[in-house]
């Protein structure tokens, strides 16, 4: 779709300028492979220095083909490579999260890293990971940067720097592993209260945007009944069924007195750039709720 730009600005300006909801915008990803990568990212983070191109590839595809989400990190502010590739996995599947590291003595041997989770040493600590992949997107530089900063000094062995996690125009956009817990617009405040939170066991739901291991309509319904109760535990109303109704969605999800039953309607947005390097417009899922109801037992 081409339509006139009267002005430009960063996506994440522009996104704040219309209002762009964050509900049920977060993307998939059950089970994650995360990489220390300690150098500057190109637009691919895992296709330079310390992977040449070949081997960059071939690890992508051998993640990927193994239903994960590759993820570069980096500790903020260093840029000198480690003595040995650091590696984690992450499951974000509800009741089976956790995190396992550990490494290997280059990045050629990641190829040989059992990608089911049984090497590796477990760790309780969540993880914090900021996407600052400035070649993507200029905003997740500029926002993420503040994030990860007021994040690393409050919590630093639990704070990281990510490469991509999609959303650009919500930055800045971050992730808290093991529960894949989405947020974005995480500069519009204090980031600490979202690692606070979690420590709590909550969300912080003017910033959430979804869980990874969920789809979108499940995400949505989740944010309206967490509304309408008054509820922000991270494990409150666990998804029961989804199906598709007209031009939305029902979804069922287990609630405190009974089975709540959310009804969306799916629309499409506004023409929109999605990111700063944009010059198509496009139009992106959004979510609106048509009913809440309790079906009691």
Known sequence: MTLAVEHWAPCSDRARERGDPLVGTGSRGLRWFLIEVAASWGHNALLNEPFDRTLGRTLVRRIEGAG???????????????????????????????????????????????????????????????????????????????????????????????????????????????????????????????????????????????????????????????????DDRIESFPPLAEEAAGTGWRVRLEGADGVVVVELDEAPSEPLLSTCAATRFVRVRQYELRSISVERS
């Open 68 to 230: 994960m989400r590759p993820l570069a990190i980096r500790r903020t502010g260093r840029r000198e490579a480690p003595s040995t590739q650091r590696w984690a996995i992450v499951d974000s599947r509800p009741g089976h999260e956790s995190v396992v590291w550990g490494e290997v003595t280059d990045a050629a041997a990641l190829l040989e890293v059992p990608l089911d989770g049984s090497t590796g040493i477990p760790s309780s600590r969540p993880l914090y990971c900021v996407c600052t992949h400035a070649r993507h997107d200029q905003c997740c530089a500029v926002r993420g940067r503040r994030v990860v900063t007021a994040l690393a000094e409050a919590h630093p062995e639990e704070t990281w720097e990510c490469s991509h996690l999609g959303g650009d125009r919500f930055a800045g956009t971050m992730v808290v592993f093991p529960h894949g817990l989405y947020y974005g617009y995480a500069d519009d405040g204090d980031p600490v209260r979202i690692a606070d939170a979690f420590d709590d066991g909550r969300i912080v739901p003017e910033r959430y945007r979804g869980r990874s291991s969920l789809t979108h309509p499940l995400q949505a319904a989740q944010h309206y009944a967490r509304e309408a109760f008054g």
